[in-house]
C-alpha cells in the first residue's frame, strides 16, 4: 500500500524490516529479565531461527535511511549471524546470572498467555503476555542483510549477538 499511494509523488517509499532489537531499555529484555528473576521465563522447545540487531545499529540504519540520498524500498535488518530465540534467551539470562528458560511445551505457552489475557481483561489492566505475541514470536524472522549493509549501514556497532551482549547485563527498570 505504502509504495502505491507515494508512486506518482514525491514521497520516497523505505521499508525497514527488522525482526528482533535489543539492547538496554528494550520492553522484551526487561520483561525477560523480569520473568527470569522470578524464575517464571519460559520458551517453546522447537528452535525458532531469528535476525537480532542492537538498538544501536538500529537506529543508525534509520538514520542513514531517512537522511542518505537514493535510498528506496524494502531494507532486512539484522546483525551478522542469526540465533535461535532459545539461544538468545539462554545467553541473555546467563549474562544477568539468571536462570535458564523453561523449555516448555508449545500449549502450555499458549495457556500461559491465554490466562494472563483473562486476568488482564477482568482487572481491567494490560496483558504482558497475549497469544498473538507468542505467535508471533514462532515464526522465524531470518532474512538477507546484505542491501543493509550495501546501501544503509555498511559497519555495525554491534556486528554479533556476542558484541552486543556485554549490553544485556544490568538491572530490570
Known amino acids: 500500500m505504502l509504495f502505491a499511494r507515494t508512486r506518482g509523488t514525491a514521497t520516497v517509499p523505505v521499508v525497514l524490516r527488522s525482526a528482533t532489537v535489543y539492547g538496554p531499555g528494550i520492553l522484551m529484555v526487561e520483561a525477560a529479565r523480569w520473568l527470569a528473576r522470578r524464575r517464571l521465563l519460559g520458551v517453546w522447545r522447537k528452535p525458532t531461527c531469528y535476525h537480532f540487531l542492537h538498538i544501536d545499529d538500529f537506529l543508525e540504519a534509520t538514520a542513514a535511511a531517512t537522511w542518505k540520498e537514493g535510498v528506496s ?21 546467563r549474562i544477568g546470572g539468571l536462570p535458564r528458560p523453561w523449555r516448555m511445551p508449545w500449549w502450555m505457552i499458549v495457556t500461559a498467555a491465554t490466562l494472563t489475557e483473562a486476568f488482564a481483561l ?3 489492566t494490560i496483558s504482558p503476555l497475549t497469544r498473538e505475541f507468542v505467535r508471533l514470536g514462532r515464526v522465524p524472522h531470518c532474512c538477507d542483510t546484505r542491501r543493509m549493509k550495501e546501501e544503509l549501514l555498511a ?19
Request: with cysteine; charged share 25%; net charge negative.
Open 73 to 93: 524500498g524494502i531494507y532486512c535488518l539484522g546483525d551478522e549471524r542469526p540465533f535461535t530465540i532459545q539461544e538468545f534467551l539462554d545467553e541473555a539470562t
Open 122 to 124: 477482568a482487572f481491567g
Open 155 to 173: 559497519v555495525l556497532k554491534y556486528p554479533t549477538l556476542d558484541a552486543g551482549k556485554v549490553t544485556l547485563r544490568g538491572g530490570c527498570r
